[in-house]
Nanobody, 124 residues
Framework: QVPLVESGGGLVQAGDSLRLSCAAS????????VGWFRQAPDKEREFVAA????????IYADSVKGRFTISRDNANNTAYLQMNSLKPEDTAVYYC?????????????????WGQGTQVTVSS
């Protein structure tokens, strides 16, 4: 059973919005920090946003600050990434990740679990 499953990706135009979801199963989800990362073709996976396990801290990459919002719904074991004012350079496969008792970090190696990704394509 895959502990994290992303959904909500798709093809949109520049300026549009999308909301990605990350559904967790088999985890004590409320004890995990959640991170979102993305990987464009021929590029390294990069940090997008993260949320502390207790929701007390959020961090964002400079490239998405003010446009993206990370949130979580522990009752439904789901995390979200609301993406507004999308740009073509946001095109990538988006991954969610979870870190037990995490404080919210941009470090990929800190995360214990990863989803399989969802494709976001923004046309100009």
């Amino acid at each position: 059973q895959v502990p994290l499953v992303e959904s909500g990706g798709g093809l949109v135009q520049a300026g549009d919005s999308l909301r990605l979801s990350c559904a967790a199963s088999g985890l004590a989800f409320s004890t995990y920090a959640v991170g979102w990362f993305r990987q464009a073709p021929d590029k390294e996976r990069e940090f997008v946003a993260a949320l502390r396990w207790n929701g007390g801290r959020t961090i964002y990459a400079d490239s998405v600050k003010g446009r993206f919002t990370i949130s979580r719904d522990n009752a439904n074991n789901t995390a979200y990434l609301q993406m507004n004012s999308l740009k073509p350079e946001d095109t990538a496969v988006y991954y969610c990740a979870a870190e037990r008792w995490g404080a919210a970090t941009a470090r990929l190696e800190a995360y214990n679990y990863w989803g399989q990704g969802t494709q976001v394509t923004v046309s100009s």
